[in-house]
């Protein structure tokens, strides 16, 4: 009787228990680069097998959700490590990657223009991190650009076209 009370238990301890798969890496999609044009949002990810997704939306909040709608997957933005900042309000989106999207201190807001969807985000960070070494752009990590933004209603960044990082900009 014991034996039979004890594997009934161990049966519904079994089948009780289970993992929830939102925790799980793969579950979700990690933003590695965005361009942010306006309305219009151009979203790139760590993954290799996702490719770029482009959506038109009325803010950040709005934008990652539906990329996450698009991919079927949650989208976190957390590691972002590259902000293309092209026609909009750069304060306004800079203070909104810090609120909303939460993104990295580190992560690099530039002026861009052109079409970056074929465009490698590592390669693009690295030639915007040798532009800065050789003294060619100031620092443009989102802290930085930010409170110049902030202190002076202007910042120096890196100014970032497909092709590469030839010349500083200037944000407002």
Same mark, same amino acid.
């Given at each position: 009787?014991?034996?039979?009370?004890?594997?009934? =238990?161990?049966?519904?301890?079994?089948?009780?228990?289970?993992?929830?798969?939102?925790?799980?890496?793969?579950?979700?999609?990690?933003?590695?680069?965005?361009?942010?044009?306006?309305?219009?949002?151009?979203?790139?990810?760590?993954?290799?097998?996702?490719?770029?997704?482009?959506?038109?939306?009325?803010?950040?909040?709005?934008?990652?959700?539906?990329?996450?709608?698009?991919?079927?997957?949650?989208?976190?933005?957390?590691?972002?490590?590259?902000?293309?900042?092209?026609?909009?309000? %750069? /304060?306004?989106? =800079?203070?909104?990657?810090?609120?909303?999207?939460?993104?990295?201190?580190?992560? =690099?807001?530039?002026?861009?223009?052109?079409?970056?969807?074929?465009?490698?985000?590592?390669?693009?960070?690295?030639?915007? /991190?040798?532009?800065?070494?050789?003294?060619?752009?100031?620092?443009?990590?989102?802290?930085?650009?930010?409170?110049?933004?902030?202190?002076? /209603?202007?910042? %120096?960044?890196?100014?970032?076209?497909?092709?590469?990082?030839?010349?500083?900009?200037?944000?407002?």
């Amino acid at each position: 009787m014991k034996l039979k009370v004890f594997l009934l =238990m161990i049966c519904t301890l079994c089948l009780v228990t289970g993992c929830e798969s939102s925790g799980k890496v793969h579950d979700k999609a990690y933003l590695r680069s965005a361009v942010i044009d306006g309305d219009s949002y151009t979203l790139t990810f760590f993954s290799d097998d996702q490719k770029p997704v482009k959506i038109t939306a009325e803010g950040l909040l709005q934008a990652r959700n539906e990329a996450g709608l698009t991919l079927g997957k949650e989208v976190f933005t957390g590691y972002t490590e590259l902000v293309i900042l092209e026609k909009a309000d %750069s /304060r306004a989106v =800079m203070e909104a990657l810090l609120k909303d999207w939460k993104v990295s201190p580190n992560c =690099m807001t530039v002026s861009g223009k052109g079409d970056f969807s074929g465009a490698d985000p590592e390669k693009l960070e690295g030639e915007i /991190r040798l532009a800065i070494k050789q003294g060619k752009v100031p620092e443009c990590d989102i802290i930085t650009v930010l409170s110049q933004l902030l202190t002076e /209603r202007t910042a %120096s960044t890196a100014h970032l076209t497909p092709e590469g990082c030839k010349s500083s900009a200037k944000l407002r």
